[in-house]
């Protein structure tokens, strides 16, 4: 089986700084993969590079059969890649569903557009509580489960979530955490980069470790929450 999503030996430099140092992993359909380590790891870069933000200096990234290397941000997102970037990202003075329609900017099916809305209503009943409300006025926890709302409006064959952990209260991460199971359990792939590498390991069905552009360990998510040196360095464990 191939995979939906490869990449191989990746490198991404800002001028002289190398920030993703040839790295290469996959991604199959279905699954929750995760990228943790500490700040200034290459997570974000990483990601940034696959929605195309960032052009690699190497490397090749294939998604769906396709390669992505050099294509535009908006034909990635209407490939299937999807990003609910770190920091959220959204038009602040618009409403909550204003912001849903902008995430289905590619569609033009109505109806379709209409029933994912509820959908994601559904998955957060206080963003349906709060329809009209802008989102600029939204709590941390609203505004970031509202970014990944607007990210599944696109229909994505992947999902990729940068720290939708970052900033929450303990019972909001949970609730986040939560929804990224749930989804996974209604079949759309998640790529997943976080901080809290509890939870994220709790939840993905593979996992790498990134240190300092590199990828320093991989295995399944129960594997590296067993691991000793992933508890040491990363579950605070001494
Ligand atoms: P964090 O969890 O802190 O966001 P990260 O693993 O996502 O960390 P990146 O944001 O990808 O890490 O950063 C990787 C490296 O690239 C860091 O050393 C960072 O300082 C550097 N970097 C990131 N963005 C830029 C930029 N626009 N210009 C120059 N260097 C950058």
Known sequence: MTALLEVEDLR??????????GISFAVET?????LIGTNGAGKT??????????RPS????????KPLTG????????????????????????????????GAFLRKDKDGIEKDIQRVYELFP?????????SGTLSGGEQQMLAMGRALMSRPKLLML????????????????ETIRELREQGTTILLVEQNAQAALTL?????????????????????LHDESVRKAYLGED
Not at 16 to 21: F, L, S
Not at 205 to 223: K, Y
């Open 12 to 21: 991404v430099a800002y001028g002289k700084i190398e920030a993703v140092k």
């Open 204 to 224: 993905a069905d593979h996992a790498h470790v990134m240190e300092i552009g590199r990828i320093a360990l991989s295995g399944t998510g129960q594997h590296l």
């Open 45 to 54: 870069t990483t990601l940034r590079t696959l929605s195309g933000l960032l």
């Open 126 to 134: 206080i963003l349906g509580e709060r329809r009209k409300q802008a």
């Open 71 to 102: 294509v535009a941000a908006h034909k990635i997102v209407a490939l299937g890649l999807a990003h609910s970037p770190e920091g959220r990202h959204l038009f602040p003075r618009l409403t909550i569903e204003e912001n849903l329609q902008l």
């Open 58 to 65: 190497s490397g090749n990234i294939t998604f769906d059969g």
């Open 162 to 177: 940068d720290e939708p952990s970052m900033g929450l209260s303990p019972i909001m991460m949970k609730k986040i955490m």
């Open 30 to 34: 279905g699954q929750v993969v995760t």
